[in-house]
């Protein structure tokens, strides 16, 4: 892990005074990197965006993660964009580790849903999907959505992905002609069995059944078309999951696809007559029949990969990002398709919460929808994506309102960590603007060690939070935790913040050369810790964590993973910083938000819609 050694004897050691309990911690990490065999990550522009590009040549290990594709039913709002973020962060996160990975995001673009859309905008339905979808991509871009791949399932290679599937379906047998009659939910585009399906009054007094989930209205559908063997599958389902307990994450969602499962499940109406439904892909030598919508959307996984020629490579290592609603369908219907079709399953189903918004749920007559343009607006894309990724706590929903977002990141972005490098970058502290020498007297590596050493028990024990920081962040990003990968790191700030106010160097004579030597070590420290977190933060807040690093001065090729060698001087090696100039001082690093830029709790309204696959 230390960038100075060569890799074949890489050792890593605790700096300064690390308990056991953390040198344990970090060796596994430098285990893992050696394993790895991590080239260097290079941050530059691409489009605007701040993005990281990896040596391919140098990374064989493949990594495959996507986002739902998002239903074109209407404009995008802040679930989509939460769906999006989280997914970005985690391919960002592995090619910062060095792996070659792959982001698949898109628009789901068929069914009755749209169909009846377009109509009622008075559009062709292409067009219409085009519109929408170009907005999702602006979106996305203004967010800087770091995707490698866009999906649409209007797109030609995606029919003949469908179509091919679809052939392989039906010649293995589990796909059959039938009768399909029950409960359907135009809506969430869902067959529902009748434990799904209650009583409701709408607003006319009249008595309706709705889906028990969504609370969409259902309609009751008798007619003929292909069916698809589900039932057949059921125990390799309950096999599959019970051998591997982390495949859907967080577990509560992994037990209740299990309780799912502890019932017989019906086989599958997998097709439409086009005499309901004209928009969506015709089941192959049958143009009567058009394939449901969501065995259509599900294919855009694998539609993306290259699916049915070289897509092998990618597809054994896809993990996949999902909303609590949509689970059903990636965690049932999905793996049994796979199942039936010959195809390695998932690696994983991360799945994620909704957000409420003022305690209430997004609703277009609410007129509560969150518009994700007018919030980075208001609180810029870093301020946003950091309270979506901090707050975001995949087992519950989560509550959206723009006091918390101020506050948040008012206290974490603009003082804390703000505050932290403008003081330790400050030209009254540091008036030749280069990176401090340490003193190993001043703070040596074991606190009993000298009579000159200035540090203190706290100061080692921020050392140790730091040292163990990578290690924590990754574990967190294996379990979706990302907010508690961001808790880490603002706890470290606080302590980084402490530790300064504890010694105050502001208060040293720079005439005493020891007093110089003391306070340029506390200097040399705050900026390592900072140096620390800003590669840490690359994932989540790409510019703000460049802002840190180039006002640091380190140079894009000391970004990596690699590059996590905490206070190498307390270890007696080098330090390729030491010495150097700083980068320009590029102002305040994330300016304080007022409450009078977040007037109306309610931003400009966005129409709510569910995504798809």
Same mark, same amino acid.
């Given at each position: 892990?230390?960038?100075?050694?060569?890799?074949?004897?890489?050792?890593?050691?605790?700096?300064? &005074?690390?308990? $056991?309990?953390?040198?344990?911690?970090?060796?596994?990490?430098?285990?893992?990197?050696?394993?790895?065999?991590?080239?260097?990550?290079?941050?530059?522009?691409?489009?605007?965006?701040?993005?990281?590009?990896?040596?391919?040549?140098?990374?064989?290990?493949?990594?495959?993660?996507?986002?739902?594709?998002?239903?074109?039913?209407?404009?995008?709002?802040?679930?989509?964009?939460?769906?999006?973020?989280?997914?970005?962060?985690? +391919?960002?996160? *592995?090619?910062?580790?060095?792996?070659?990975?792959?982001?698949?995001?898109?628009?789901?673009?068929?069914?009755?849903?749209? =169909?009846?859309?377009?109509?009622?905008?008075?559009?062709?339905?292409?067009?219409?999907? $085009?519109?929408?979808?170009?907005?999702?991509?602006?979106?996305?871009?203004?967010?800087?959505?770091?995707?490698?791949?866009?999906?649409?399932?209007?797109?030609?290679?995606?029919?003949?992905?469908?179509?091919?599937?679809? $052939?392989?379906? +039906?010649?293995?047998?589990?796909?059959?002609?039938?009768?399909?009659?029950?409960?359907?939910?135009?809506?969430?585009?869902?067959?529902?069995?009748?434990?799904?399906?209650?009583?409701?009054?709408d607003s006319e007094g009249r008595q309706i059944k709705v889906s028990t989930e969504s609370g969409h209205k259902v309609e009751w559908m008798k007619e003929d078309n292909?069916?698809?063997?589900?039932?057949?599958?059921?125990?390799?389902?309950?096999?599959?999951?019970?051998?591997?307990?982390?495949?859907?994450? /967080?577990?509560?969602?992994?037990?209740?696809?299990?309780?799912?499962?502890?019932?017989?499940?019906?086989?599958?109406? #997998?097709?439409?007559? *086009?005499?309901?439904?004209?928009?969506?892909?015709?089941?192959?030598?049958?143009?009567? =029949?058009?394939?449901?919508?969501? !065995?259509?959307?599900? @294919?855009?996984?694998?539609?993306?990969?290259?699916?049915?020629?070289?897509?092998?490579?990618?597809?054994?290592? #896809?993990?996949?990002?999902?909303?609590?609603?949509?689970?059903?369908?990636?965690?049932?219907?999905?793996?049994?398709?796979?199942?039936?079709?010959?195809?390695?399953?998932?690696?994983?189903?991360?799945?994620?919460?909704?957000?409420?918004?003022?305690?209430?749920?997004?609703?277009?007559?609410?007129?509560?929808?969150?518009?994700?343009?007018?919030?980075?607006?208001?609180?810029?894309?870093d301020g946003l994506r950091y309270f979506l990724l901090r707050q975001g706590v995949p087992d519950s929903d989560c509550d959206y309102y723009d006091d918390k977002v101020?506050?948040?990141?008012?206290?974490?972005?603009?003082?804390?960590?703000?505050?932290?490098?403008?003081?330790?970058?400050?030209?009254?502290?540091?008036?030749?603007? @280069?990176?401090?020498?340490? &003193?190993?007297?001043?703070? /040596? *590596?074991?606190?009993?060690?000298?009579?000159?050493?200035?540090?203190?028990?706290?100061?080692?024990?921020?050392?140790?939070? #730091?040292?163990?920081?990578?290690?924590? @962040?990754? =574990? +967190?990003?294996?379990?979706?935790?990302?907010? %508690?990968?961001?808790?880490?790191?603002?706890?470290?700030?606080?302590?980084?913040?402490?530790?300064?106010?504890?010694?105050?160097?502001?208060? !040293?004579?720079?005439?005493?050369?020891?007093?110089?030597?003391?306070?340029?070590?506390?200097? +040399?420290?705050?900026?390592?810790?900072?140096?620390?977190?800003?590669?840490?933060?690359?994932?989540?807040?790409?510019?703000?964590?460049?802002?840190?690093?180039?006002?640091?001065?380190?140079?894009?090729?000391?970004?990596?993973?690699?590059?996590?060698?905490?206070?190498?001087?307390?270890?007696?090696?080098?330090?390729?910083?030491?010495?150097?100039? !700083?980068?320009?001082?590029?102002?305040?690093?994330?300016?304080?938000?007022?409450?009078?830029?977040?007037?109306?709790?309610?931003?400009?309204?966005?129409?709510?819609? %569910?995504?798809?696959?």
């Amino acid at each position: 892990m230390f960038s100075h050694a060569p890799r074949s004897c890489l050792v890593m050691r605790s700096p300064c &005074c690390i308990l $056991t309990r953390t040198k344990t911690i970090v060796l596994r990490l430098s285990r893992h990197a050696l394993h790895r065999r991590l080239p260097h990550v290079y941050s530059i522009h691409c489009q605007d965006l701040r993005c990281f590009c990896t040596d391919h040549s140098q990374s064989s290990k493949p990594y495959y993660i996507t986002t739902p594709i998002f239903y074109v039913n209407a404009s995008p709002h802040i679930g989509h964009v939460y769906s999006a973020v989280t997914a970005d962060c985690l +391919h960002r996160f *592995k090619l910062l580790q060095g792996y070659n990975s792959r982001f698949a995001t898109g628009t789901d673009e068929h069914g009755l849903k749209i =169909q009846q859309a377009a109509s009622n905008a008075g559009k062709d339905p292409l067009n219409f999907c $085009t519109e929408v979808s170009d907005s999702f991509k602006h979106v996305f871009q203004r967010c800087g959505i770091l995707y490698t791949d866009y999906i649409r399932t209007t797109e030609k290679r995606h029919r003949q992905a469908v179509e091919h599937f679809w $052939t392989v379906l +039906h010649s293995k047998g589990f796909i059959y002609k039938g009768t399909y009659e029950g409960w359907y939910s135009t809506p969430d585009e869902s067959f529902l069995t009748p434990t799904q399906v209650t009583d409701k009054t709408d607003s006319e007094g009249r008595q309706i059944k709705v889906s028990t989930e969504s609370g969409h209205k259902v309609e009751w559908m008798k007619e003929d078309n292909y069916m698809f063997r589900l039932s057949d599958f059921r125990t390799k389902l309950l096999d599959w999951l019970r051998l591997n307990p982390n495949i859907i994450q /967080p577990v509560n969602f992994h037990h209740l696809v299990l309780q799912w499962l502890e019932d017989d499940i019906p086989d599958l109406s #997998v097709s439409r007559q *086009k005499s309901r439904l004209q928009w969506g892909i015709s089941v192959p030598g049958d143009p009567e =029949q058009i394939i449901y919508v969501w !065995l259509d959307a599900l @294919v855009n996984y694998l539609t993306v990969v290259g699916y049915p020629q070289n897509y092998s490579q990618w597809w054994t290592a #896809v993990h996949h990002v999902v909303g609590k609603d949509i689970l059903k369908f990636h965690a049932i219907y999905w793996p049994a398709f796979l199942l039936a079709a010959g195809l390695p399953l998932p690696k994983t189903i991360f799945v994620h919460s909704h957000w409420t918004v003022e305690g209430k749920k997004m609703s277009k007559s609410l007129g509560n929808v969150i518009n994700p343009l007018d919030a980075m607006e208001k609180f810029t894309v870093d301020g946003l994506r950091y309270f979506l990724l901090r707050q975001g706590v995949p087992d519950s929903d989560c509550d959206y309102y723009d006091d918390k977002v101020i506050k948040m990141c008012n206290s974490e972005l603009a003082d804390t960590l703000g505050g932290l490098l403008n003081r330790c970058t400050a030209p009254s502290l540091n008036p030749t603007q @280069v990176y401090p020498q340490f &003193c190993n007297s001043c703070f /040596p *590596k074991e606190p009993s060690e000298g009579l000159c050493g200035k540090a203190v028990s706290e100061d080692y024990r921020m050392v140790e939070a #730091v040292s163990a920081l990578p290690v924590l @962040v990754e =574990q +967190h990003f294996e379990n979706l935790h990302i907010y %508690k990968a961001l808790e880490a790191i603002s706890t470290c700030v606080r302590m980084t913040n402490a530790f300064v106010q504890r010694h105050a160097p502001w208060k !040293l004579d720079r005439n005493n050369p020891g007093h110089q030597q003391w306070l340029d070590t506390i200097l +040399h420290v705050s900026l390592e810790c900072l140096r620390m977190y800003g590669i840490l933060l690359q994932p989540m807040v790409p510019d703000l964590a460049d802002r840190i690093l180039s006002r640091l001065g380190v140079m894009p090729e000391e970004r990596s993973w690699d590059s996590l060698n905490f206070l190498m001087k307390c270890e007696g090696r080098d330090c390729g910083l030491e010495g150097r100039a !700083l980068g320009p001082d590029l102002g305040v690093l994330f300016n304080r938000l007022e409450r009078s830029q977040g007037k109306g709790r309610t931003p400009k309204m966005a129409t709510q819609h %569910k995504s798809k696959s």
